[in-house]
């Protein structure tokens, strides 16, 4: 059996009961052994040592440094050629998804970053345009994916299986935006316009959603950097179209052709 070509980066803040559950659904159904990071982002010290035995590996901030940050620690500390950031609030249900995954990335030549939720196109104001996946309840947020993958422009951060090499080659992930939002629309045409494609894998999952700005003490962290919710998602939306805007709008064909504005964007081959 080959060595997987991704290795998982989990952020957790406390939510121990929903992490447990994460971990114990990638256990059951993978096909073989997956290396985990776990980035404990501030967790209540007495979580430490169990968070500590439920990866392969463990990096302990003592607060909260924000998603961003904390996803830039990881691709430092794990030398697959992939790194699969996935939210402590996802499930995966598939069994043997791994071997899906492997198999799609080691046929597919330059994809940049894959993930279980996305678009086949973008408004570069700062919205995604279309969604596809395998959630349970995929028909509230787009359609059901049929085909075993697709190519995509946007994905959804709560699965982001990215290149190492691009990481490095960008020099890290989002490092405009602060905290959290909008990363996961970036890093995806970071990649496009770098030449690397962007892909949906169909993958069954179920995700919770909406756990981190759920917490208690969310709006007073927040606060810490001179935002509200809703100023942040404001603030990095902004940022995203100063940076991108110009580009109008992406969207890929059913060959991963990727089109904007200005007409059909090179693509590495």
């Keep these: 059996m080959t ?8 952020l957790v803040l406390n939510q121990m009961d929903m992490t447990r559950q994460c971990i114990q659904t990638i256990r059951a159904h993978s096909s073989q052994h997956v290396p985990i990071l776990i980035i ?9 040592e169990e968070l500590r035995g439920l990866g392969d590996y463990y990096l302990r901030n003592e607060t909260n440094i924000g998603v961003i940050p904390a996803m830039n620690q990881a691709w430092q500390l794990l030398d697959t050629p992939y790194i ?13 998804f791994d071997a899906k995954i492997n198999r799609i990335l080691a046929a597919i030549p ?41 190519p995509s422009v946007v994905l959804d951060g709560m699965c982001l299986i990215v290149r190492k090499e691009l990481i490095l080659e960008i020099g890290g992930i989002a490092l405009q935006y602060p905290v959290h939002h909008y990363y996961d629309l970036d890093i995806c045409l970071e990649s496009i316009y770098r ?10 999952i179920n995700h919770v959603g909406s756990q981190t700005s759920s917490q208690a003490d969310y ?4 606060a810490q950097y001179g935002h509200t919710e809703h100023t942040l998602h404001g603030h990095n939306q902004q940022i995203f179209y100063q940076k991108w805007g110009h580009k109008q709008s992406v969207i890929v064909d059913s060959y991963f052709n990727y089109f904007d504005v200005n007409g059909q964007i090179p693509m590495k081959v």
């Design 3 to 10: 060595a997987p070509l991704f290795s998982i980066a989990i």
């Design 40 to 48: 404990d982002n501030g967790s209540d010290p007495a979580y430490q």
């Design 84 to 96: 699969m950031y996935l939210h402590n609030d996802l499930f995966i249900l598939e069994p043997h």
């Design 110 to 150: 330059y994809v940049g970053v894959a993930g279980f939720g996305g678009g086949h196109s973008v408004d570069c104001r700062g919205a995604r345009t279309s969604f596809t996946s395998n959630m349970i309840n995929a028909e509230l947020y787009g359609t059901r994916m049929q085909q075993e993958f697709v």
């Design 195 to 204: 030449g690397y494609k962007i892909i949906t894998i169909n993958i069954a």
């Design 219 to 222: 709006t007073l962290w927040l």
